[in-house]
């Protein structure tokens, strides 16, 4: 590959960045008065701590990596932005994704005037590295790889991944939104060997956390450095830190969970196979199932009005007639099958 200070952006290679009153000043006080903060309501009156070291050492020891090999962004959308930000010159660079996949890396690339080429998978989902890498040009920039992907729900094949990592100068992005589901193991454990890669992670799926908003970027010291110098200094608020920690050491919890997500998939999967309108379920390494049924719009509506929201990826690349089911608790998924039950019953 090139070497990071080769890949980003001019500018951002000679940004100083702004250094704020809790980056100045590191070590132990018992009055401060460096940040104009008020000295009432506390704790909340304190800025929280730039680089969240505390949960950034909880996340370390959960996942098994440095902790200098974190970065903790506001969502996995701040870290899609700001790669994107860090490494692609407006206009002029670009970035390739995989179609279909998920939603932000366009939208993302769109915001920055980055141009974003997709390359279609296999009908069955599957890639082919050498189809993605006979797109990289001159400007390509960064790779995102969804894995499981979202809204296929299928892991991508490991071989075909490594092809992609040997093969590219520049950075590899792959989304594990999903790993936690998935019986295939993360590439977390590839971070040493392949110094262009990044890792995102979230607590918005598995850990049940998507309204604290907090996404990790797994990467290279170097690269997590670029992300640390161009993120808003307070990127990730004291309230989400707090409650990142909680979620994080509830991890048996957490793991009780996901067996009855699975045992759950694993039962929805075999219940709408019975109905006829279900043409195909594609295998799943996620909490969701993509159905290919008869008549997807109708079925959308009629569940939507039976107060049962499902999302239609009918007009997506390759999921033609498909509707993404996520898995839910039991009770919730006995309501899905029930009104589709009843459906047929009215249909015939
Ligand atoms: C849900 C999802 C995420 C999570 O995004 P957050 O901003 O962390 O909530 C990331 N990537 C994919 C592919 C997803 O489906």
């Excluded at 870290?79 to 939603?103: H, K, M, Q, V, W």
């Excluded at 920039?141 to 499981?148: A, D």
């Excluded at 454990?189 to 908003?213: C, D, H, Y």
């Excluded at 109905?275 to 379920?281: A, D, L, M, Q, R």
Aim: aromatic share 8%.
């Amino acid at each position: 590959m090139k070497n990071v200070r080769e890949l980003v952006r001019p500018n951002i290679r000679n940004l100083k960045p702004y250094s704020s009153a809790r980056n100045e000043f590191q070590g132990n006080a018992s009055v401060f008065l460096d940040a104009n903060e008020s000295p009432y309501n506390e704790p909340f009156n304190r800025y929280p701590d730039p680089l969240q070291w505390k949960l950034k050492d909880k996340i370390a020891s959960v996942r098994k990596v440095e902790r200098t090999s974190i970065f903790l962004g506001n969502g996995s959308d701040e870290p899609i932005d700001l790669l994107i930000r860090a490494f692609c010159e407006p206009g002029i660079d670009t970035i390739l994704s995989i179609d279909p996949s998920y939603g932000m890396y366009q939208v993302a690339a769109d915001i920055n005037h980055v141009a974003c080429h997709k390359i279609r998978l296999n009908d069955d989902f599957s890639l082919d590295a050498s189809d993605l890498l006979q797109a990289v040009g001159p400007h390509t920039k960064l790779i995102f790889l969804c894995s499981p992907n979202n809204p296929t729900g299928n892991i991508l094949s490991r071989e075909e991944i490594y092809k992609v990592l040997s093969g590219f100068e520049g950075i590899v992005v792959i989304d594990e939104a999903y790993i936690d589901f998935s019986s295939s193991p993360t590439f977390l454990r590839e971070l040493t060997q392949f110094p262009n890669l990044v890792v995102l992670q979230t607590l918005s799926k598995a850990w049940g956390g998507a309204g604290i908003r907090l996404g990790m970027a797994f990467a290279s010291p170097e690269i997590v450095g670029i992300l640390n110098k161009i993120k808003y200094p307070y990127n990730i608020n004291q309230l989400t830190q707090e409650r990142a920690l909680e979620l994080l050491n509830r991890e048996e919890a957490m793991k009780g969970e996901l067996l009855e997500i699975l045992n759950e998939r694993t039962r929805m999967e075999t219940a709408l196979r019975e109905f006829p309108f279900v043409k195909k379920i594609f295998p799943s390494d996620a909490n969701f199932l993509l159905v290919k049924v008869d008549d997807p719009n109708a079925i959308y509506h009629y569940l939507v009005e039976e107060g049962i929201i499902v999302r239609n990826r009918h007009t997506v690349t390759l999921c033609e007639g498909c509707l993404r089911i996520t898995i839910g608790a039991p009770e919730q998924n006995k309501r899905l099958l029930e009104r589709l039950a009843e459906r047929l019953l009215i249909n015939g």
